[in-house]
């Protein structure tokens, strides 16, 4: 299993998914791999989501994670599917423990000072930033680059192509969350070309 700095490194941006069909899974993890984002975050947001996990999880050189975990027994539930990372959009002692416990990467959101210093006492020093843009974007994150120096970002909520070049250039961001480059109507219509050619336009970004 990856540290969630490896995972974080392995591509400028992990793409949000939310997945209603589960055949789905499968070309769509195709195509984003092939375009060259290789971590997916598969939100758990529709019934079939850990199917989609499952379907996602033998496509090669997919790292695929779980998103919109809330409690321990999501934490579970994904990790039991093949959730190789756990992302949560906020940081709560027992998602946290619990992925800690069973040895599952955990990138949890925080948005406040306080939400970081509780990371950080339960040993954290990566995290999604969320919502990104809705609290405070950018400048939020260069503000924390003071206080709180040794920590790593996935700003991810309200991101979008154009924005994700301003955040990556912040020393403190290893890569961004966003939905554009597999948006649910996209996912629906099963255009894998167009999803494709986001991804690699995508991956490009820190090149
Ligand atoms: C979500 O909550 O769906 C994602 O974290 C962010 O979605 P967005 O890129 O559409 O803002």
Not at 1 to 18: E, G, H, Y
Not at 46 to 63: C, F, G, K, N, Q
Request: charged letters at 15%.
């Amino acid at each position: 299993m990856s540290a969630i700095s490896d995972i974080m490194r392995r591509a400028p941006v992990i793409p949000v998914l939310t997945v209603e069909r589960a055949e789905d899974a499968r070309p769509l993890a195709e195509a984003l791999v092939g375009g060259g984002l290789f971590a997916l975050e598969v939100t758990l947001r529709t019934p079939t989501a850990l199917d989609v996990i499952r379907a996602m999880a033998s496509v090669e050189h997919a790292i695929v994670g779980a998103g919109t975990v809330i409690n321990a027994p999501d934490v579970d539930a994904a990790f039991g599917a093949g959730a190789q990372f756990i992302v949560s959009p906020g940081l709560t002692a027992p998602v946290v423990e619990r992925a800690q416990e069973i040895g599952a990467p955990i990138l949890p959101g925080i948005a406040t000072a306080s939400d970081l210093m509780r990371g950080l006492d339960m040993g954290l020093d990566h995290f999604k930033f969320f919502p990104a843009e809705q609290a405070g974007g950018a400048a939020m994150l260069k503000a924390f680059s003071g206080p709180f120096a040794a920590c790593r970002f996935c700003p991810t909520g309200g991101v979008t192509a154009a924005l994700a070049a301003t955040y990556l250039a912040l020393p403190n961001v290893l890569c961004v969350g966003g939905t554009w480059i597999a948006p649910p109507e996209l996912v629906r219509a099963g255009d894998w070309a167009e999803i494709g050619a986001r991804a690699a336009i995508a991956a490009a970004l820190r090149t």
